[in-house]
Structure formats: C-alpha cells, structure tokens
Nanobody
Framework: QVQLVESGGGLVQAGGSLRLSCAVSGDVFSLTMQGWYYQPTGKERELLASITPSGSTKYEDSVQGRSTISRDNDKGTAYLQLNSLKPEDTGVYYC?????????WGPGTQVTVSA
C-alpha cells in the first residue's frame, strides 16, 4: 500500500510560479511511475507530467517548456515546478503513483491563478 499527499497549492498571480510536492508513505519502492494530473472545475482530469525512478520524464503539451517534474528517489517525494502560470491553470492538482496492479492518488491540492 502507498499513500500520497500533495502540498504547495495556493493562490498565485498570472505569470507566477508554484512548486507542488507529493509526499509518499508506505511501499515507496514499489512505485514504477509517479506524476501529476490537474482538474479544472467542471472538467475532466488531465495528465500533466510523469516520471520514473530512473528519471525518465514526459510532459503534456499544456505544460511543456514551463514545468519541471522531479523526484527524490530516497523518499519517493515527487515535485512539480510550474512557471508562467495562466488563469486556465486553475484547478485541483493530483499526484498519482503506479505500482504493479495498482494506481494510487492523493486527495489533491487547489491551485488558483488570478488574472
């Protein structure tokens, strides 16, 4: 079992930056991938970025070039640095972790970008 908890959300002005963290507890070393989704109000959850324990990363077009995903391999903590934030980035940000046969989710952290 793995438990995930996000932090670092909040209110930021357009053009600003945030660093989101995803703390992991439980069987950290079972995770083969971690990443981030976000869900704007009233819309579907969207994948943003993912990272493997070896450091391989993938980004969706919506954040390519203005975000960085990273991971502390000792603790399993995942991070998402978001830059040049736009009002349309407003939503709940969820971290996820994948292990063989299971996907785990955190409760989410709200990010609000004001114009």
């Amino acid at each position: 079992q793995v438990q995930l908890v996000e932090s670092g959300g909040g209110l930021v002005q357009a053009g600003g930056s945030l660093r989101l963290s995803c703390a992991v507890s439980g069987d950290v070393f079972s995770l083969t991938m971690q990443g981030w989704y976000y869900q704007p109000t009233g819309k579907e959850r969207e994948l943003l970025a993912s990272i493997t324990p070896s450091g391989s990363t993938k980004y969706e077009d919506s954040v390519q070039g203005r975000s960085t995903i990273s991971r502390d391999n000792d603790k399993g903590t995942a991070y998402l640095q978001l830059n040049s934030l736009k009002p349309e980035d407003t939503g709940v940000y969820y971290c996820f972790g994948v292990s063989p046969g299971s996907t785990y989710w955190g409760p989410g952290t709200q990010v609000t970008v004001s114009a």
